[in-house]
């Protein structure tokens, strides 16, 4: 068991099997993208809302803040440790959460953007970079 303020996420994560967050998407889609196990624990709306979305997965289990209990905890781990042992799942798991690049989709998403607000007025300016536009505005 490792707990921390800050820790190098990626290198201590390789070196895991179950991932226990509150479960909002940055940890839970790193993890998932690794293969490993999630156990979120979502204290706010996005986080419900992550959980809500991802608890359908093999890979994941969802306990709301006010269900814990020792019980629930266990019976979660429990499950996730069944479905660990499904090498398949886990290789599907880390090939659909990886394939997708969010630098990439930012990148094309904000160089979209820059291109509507270009066509409007106020724009005196718009200097291409090598991965994305600054805009200069009056």
């Not at 921390?4 to 991932?19: G, I, N, R, W, Y």
């Not at 991802?54 to 019980?71: C, I, M, T």
């Not at 069944?82 to 394939?99: C, D, G, L, N």
Request: glycine share 4%; with cysteine; net charge negative.
């Amino acid at each position: 068991l490792f707990m921390s303020t800050f820790a190098p996420v990626k290198e201590l994560m390789q070196m895991c099997d179950l991932v226990v967050c509150n479960g909002g998407t940055p940890m839970t889609y790193l993890a998932l993208s690794m293969g490993k196990a999630v156990l979120g624990i979502p204290s706010n709306m996005d986080q419900h809302l992550t959980m809500k979305h991802l608890a359908s997965l093999p890979l994941v289990q969802s306990l709301r803040s006010e269900d814990l209990s020792y019980k629930n905890i266990s019976n979660s781990i429990y499950q996730l440790i069944q479905v660990m042992t499904q090498e398949q799942i886990i290789q599907e798991m880390k090939t659909e959460f990886s394939r997708w690049n969010s630098l990439k989709i930012f990148v094309h998403e904000v160089e979209s953007f820059a291109h509507i607000v270009d066509t409007s007025k106020g724009i005196s300016q718009v200097e291409t970079t090598k991965n994305s536009e600054i805009i200069h505005i009056d």
